[in-house]
């Protein structure tokens, strides 16, 4: 390998590809399998985390032919696919137990892959992919925060109100028009 080089590992990259793909509605049929791609990143973006992402959304919007060999080769990647199912699977309030024996591993396995895939533990990322869906579904479908929290599997829409001040420090009431806001 040359020594400008470098090969990492990089869960918010697979993450990023996994919310790209469902945002722009990808097929879920598997791409043909890259043993390995490349990218090429400014050295001083590759090691800042809060560089890269936008760096890597930039990419995408982009969509040229070095980009899109190097999403399908993270689209062939267990991570990818692990992320995929915990979008899909995640929000609905289930246990790691339940979601690991779906998954089809012990949940201690189970434990090491999403730690491995997400970069840290699961039950935050999941809690805070649960709240994006939330606001989102308040945002696009202008519903209130009850009707919002019993869709998301809350207890109550207090349990939503919760998370959106613990996550976003403001309680849901100080965002405001939140879809004017977003939609104009």
């Not at 097929?27 to 760096?55: F, G, H, I, K, Y």
Request: glycine share 6%; net charge positive; proline share 4%.
């Amino acid at each position: 390998m040359p020594t400008n080089l470098r090969a990492i590992r990089c869960p918010t990259l697979v993450r990023l590809q996994v919310f790209i793909d469902q945002g722009c509605d990808v097929p879920r049929a598997q791409d043909a399998a890259l043993p390995m791609a490349s990218l090429s990143v400014p050295l001083a973006t590759a090691r800042d985390a809060q560089l890269l992402e936008p760096w890597y959304i930039h990419q995408a919007l982009g969509a040229n032919a070095e980009y899109e060999r190097f999403a399908v080769a993270l689209r062939s990647s267990e991570e990818y696919w692990l992320v995929h199912y915990l979008l899909e699977q995640g929000g609905r309030q289930d246990s790691l137990q339940m979601l690991a024996r779906r998954y089809g591993v012990s949940v201690s396995h189970f434990r090491r892959l999403c730690r491995q895939a997400l970069g840290g533990a699961t039950k935050p990322a999941l809690r805070n992919w649960r709240v994006a869906r939330a606001l989102l579904e308040v945002i696009r479908e202008g519903r209130s925060l009850t009707e919002v929290a019993q869709n998301q599997g809350y207890c109550s829409s207090s349990h939503l109100s919760r998370d959106v001040r613990e996550l976003l420090g403001v309680a849901p009431s100080q965002l405001g028009n939140i879809a004017g806001v977003m939609c104009s």
